[in-house]
Every structure is written in C-alpha cells, then in structure tokens.
C-alpha cells in the first residue's frame, strides 16, 4: 500500500473558491446540520387529501390499485376527515360516485348528491377543515367523458352551462373552494360568472390549469369508476409534450378569474410547475396523481425502494418545483412524518 504524505499534496490557496477553504461536505455531516440548511422545507400546511365518496352507509371500498385508499360513504368520509384535521391538514378535495350515472352527468348538480352530502355533514363534523370540491362531469356521466357528448365529440360550451350548475350545487352546500378539472376552454370565466351570480362571490377557483393527457391515471379512475367508455380524453386534456401550452392555458384561466392554478400530474411536469410559478403571481398547486402513488406503493411493496424515503423525496421535489399546494394520496402519511 502507497502511503501518501498529506504535506507533499500542494493544495490550491491563491483564490477564495479553493479547496480546501471550501468543503460542501461540511454542511452535510449531521441530520441537524442538514436540517438547518435545507432550501426547501415542506410543512404540512400545503397538503389537501384527495377522497372519493360514494352513497350509503358504512361503506369502505377499498381501491385495488391504491393501496390505503378507499371509496367511503358520508359517514366513513368524516371519520376520514376528522383524522386528516387532527394530523393538522387543512384542506381536503372530494370527488363523487353518484348513485345513477346518464349522458349528462345530472347527478352532479344535484342539491342532494352525494358530494354536497358529504360537504354538509363535513362542515357540520369539522368545521375547521377546508372542503374543496372537483367539478367535472366524468364521474356522473355514463360515458365516463368530461362533458357533453355530440356526434362522438365532447361539445364544449354546451358543456359550460352544466360545470356552473355542478359549482353552484357544492358551493350552496357549503364548498370552501371549488376547482374544475374538466379542461373545457372558457369555464373558469363561466363558473366565475355563474358563482357571483347567485352571491358566491367569495369561494375562490382552483383550476386544473394545465392538466395532461397522462398515463398515470389509471388507478383514479378505478377509484371514480370514470374510464372513458370510448375515445380518450387527448381531444381536451393537454399533450405531455407542450409546455409553452401549459403556460397560454394557465394565463387564461388566471385572465377568467381564477384564484390558485394547478399543474397536474406532478413528479413528470416539475419542469412545468417551476415554469408556471416564475409566470404568475397567484398560489401554484400540482397534483401527485394516483399513478405516483401506486408506483411507489408498488415498489415498495416489492422491496424495491423504502417507501417513506420515496414518498419524502417525491413531494420535496414537487415543492422544490415551486408548488405551495400538493393534492396527494400521501396527505396522512407525510403529515405524521412533517410532525415530528
């Protein structure tokens, strides 16, 4: 073995970047250190948990390709939600299973569906927590698209009508925000319009700004049983490979009236997320969607990579992004791990 002389080792020292006056090691030794320097801090306070609620009493379906997601009835969901508040999440997203599903998706307006159901009962339960709701037609209509259907197309100002009704309908029960995920132009504008209206004026507008053509679905859509029964949603939804677009699309629905834009999925369009917060002033939310989940779930559950190290990287990076909101399934999870 080659013993090397520490003294015989010339060392750069004529300029203030030289090593070794500069370790970035230094700042990594401990986990304190590593605390007390990180850029990014994620805080439970950014976190809503998505819910899917479905009629009856009792119910906990669970999702197959979600692991530790379940369908829940209004009771289950504020059980639900009563932990999500005590873990200190502020915010909670609800999607509906309605009891009948038609070409129209009438279920979605409906003053005694099973979403303003579960807004009254969660403001009654849990008063504190914010309730935001998705409006959109593909979980009420018996195709499964996100609007009305003409001729094989989903027509959209037809459309636009029936989102203002569906808006309406949670906002009467009580919505705390409201955010449209159809991806139809103008409906920000039109749901703005609709809410002021009938006296809603404060319940702000998260849209589905930029919201892509993604194969990481999948799993959701099981789980509000929404799979289109023809076609593909690319005619509406964006193209994975546009992010200029993402930006025109945001830019309008800000314009429209929008108050918080959401990019969605998260983990493959950080780049887009960090593209969106350098373009707008308002909140920017993205959505780890319920493909991220399952990925992780999966490999994990195969031994592949630690689960909570996965789920800790994965959301620091969509806050690295530059998102101040993150829709995630990990909403429980992270908030026991953020607490300690």
């Known amino acids: 073995m080659r013993i090397v002389n520490a003294e015989s080792i010339s060392y750069r020292r004529d300029t203030a970047m030289g090593f070794p006056t ?3 090691r230094r700042l990594r030794r401990t986990a304190t250190l590593r605390r007390l320097v990180a850029e990014t801090r994620p805080t439970v306070d950014g976190l809503m948990l998505p819910l899917f609620v479905v009629p009856g009493t009792g119910v906990a379906n669970p999702i197959a390709s979600m692991p530790g997601v ?7 969901l504020v059980e639900e939600c009563r932990e999500a ?3 200190g999440i502020p915010a909670v997203i609800l999607f509906g299973i309605p009891e009948h599903k038609d070409a129209y998706g009438s279920a979605a307006w409906s003053d005694g569906g099973v979403v303003p159901r579960a807004i009254r009962a969660i403001k009654e339960a849990v008063p504190d927590l914010l309730v935001a709701t998705d409006v ?3 979980e009420y209509t018996d195709h499964g698209h996100c609007g009305v259907i003409e001729k ?3 027509q959209n100002d037809p459309t636009l009508a029936l989102l203002v009704k569906e808006a309406l309908a ?3 029960a009580g919505a705390d925000l409201v955010a449209p995920s ?3 132009d103008g409906r920000v504008g039109a749901i703005r319009a609709g809410l002021d209206a009938e006296g809603f004026v404060d319940v702000p507008i998260m849209a589905y700004a930029a919201k892509y053509a993604s194969a990481f679905y999948g799993p959701f859509r099981d789980a509000a049983q929404s799979t289109p029964q023809f076609g593909d949603r690319r005619g509406y939804q964006m193209d994975p490979a546009n992010a200029r677009e993402a930006l025109r699309e945001v830019a309008l629905d800000v314009e429209e009236g929008a108050d918080i834009v959401m990019v969605k999925p998260a983990l493959a369009y950080l780049d887009v997320i960090a593209k969106v917060r350098a373009a707008v002033d308002v909140p920017v939310a993205a959505y780890a969607v319920s493909g991220e989940y399952a990925m992780i779930k999966a490999a994990a559950a195969a031994g592949m990579l630690d689960e909570e190290r996965a789920m800790l990287e994965s959301h620091t990076a969509i806050v690295r992004a530059g998102a101040g909101i993150v829709l995630t399934y990990f909403a429980k999870a992270l908030a026991r791990r953020l607490g300690r």
């Not at 379940?70 to 289950?76: C, G, M």
């Open 22 to 24: 500069h370790r970035a």
């Open 70 to 76: 379940a369908q829940l009835s209004v009771d289950r």
């Open 85 to 87: 508040s005590d873990l």
């Open 136 to 138: 959109c037609l593909c």
């Open 152 to 154: 094989g197309e989903v």
């Open 170 to 172: 949670h906002a009467r």
């Open 182 to 184: 159809d991806m139809m």
